[in-house]
């Protein structure tokens, strides 16, 4: 079965400063990856999507970027954070043939 | 585009109540699955269910129920006899196919959520 590896739990980071969130997966070979965002009281929303190493689809254009340099292996990454960057930040994976995606634990960043 | 919408933001009910979720979605793919996932203040996603486009009977899970309706593109969800546990927020979601044959999920969309408070 696959797992999702997510870290740090939480951040508070500066306005101006960078961002770094690794994501990793366990179980699954050449998975589909996914970024999302939760705003305070809002819902999910898609940010990023891989299907392969290098192969990154943007959903939302904004102030983040994506990486995936390994395939099991998925970074958002920001040069420099904004305020409106704060919020709950999952990443998701899915394999061929699963019957659903496996979610991280999350990383709830706070911008100040 | 996909497009999922919850359009009941907040609900509050009285344990023993029963309480339907709503959710309608949009796609052109005549291939897609939907899932409802539920979200507790620790924030982790538990999912529910998945439901298949090709595959319109509705399910019962202990209290658990669905409806889907290609029909009316809806996919609600009740809960029976509503429990202070069953509080969190609920998400409904849509997942296009792909891969070979659409034997791969996709991207998922989500609606924006409902907060359900069961109230003792």
């Known amino acids: 079965s696959q797992t999702i590896h997510q870290w740090p739990a939480t951040l508070v980071q500066p306005v101006g400063s960078p961002l770094s969130l690794e994501c990793t997966v366990e179980g699954t070979s050449n998975p589909n990856l996914y970024w999302y965002r939760q705003a305070a009281g809002r819902g999910l929303q898609l940010l990023f999507y891989s299907v392969g190493i290098g192969q990154i689809s943007s959903e939302v254009p904004q102030n983040l970027s994506a990486s995936r340099p390994q395939d099991r292996q998925f970074i958002l990454s920001s040069k420099k954070l904004l305020l409106s960057d704060s919020g709950f930040y999952l990443c998701?994976?899915?394999?061929?043939?699963?019957?659903?995606?496996?979610f991280g634990s999350g990383t709830r960043l706070t911008v100040v | 585009a996909q497009k999922v919408t919850q359009a009941q933001t907040e609900i509050s009910v009285v344990e023993k109540e029963d309480v339907t979720l709503d959710c309608v979605y949009e796609?052109?793919?005549?291939?897609?699955?939907l899932f409802w996932y539920k979200q507790p203040p620790s924030g982790e996603l538990v999912f529910l269910i998945r439901?298949?486009?090709?595959?319109?009977q509705n399910e019962i899970s202990g209290r658990y129920s669905w409806n889907f309706q290609k029909s009316t593109s809806s996919f609600n969800f009740t809960i029976t006899a509503s429990q202070v546990v069953d509080s969190a927020v609920y998400f409904c979601?849509?997942?296009?196919?792909?891969?070979?044959?659409?034997?791969?999920?996709?991207?998922?969309?989500f609606g924006r959520g409902t907060q359900l408070t069961v109230w003792p």
């Open positions: 439901r298949n486009s090709f595959d319109e």
């Open positions: 998701a994976g899915t394999g061929a043939g699963a019957y659903g995606y496996t």
């Open positions: 796609t052109r793919d005549t291939t897609y699955y």
């Open positions: 979601a849509l997942s296009e196919a792909a891969g070979d044959r659409g034997s791969t999920l996709g991207r998922l969309y």
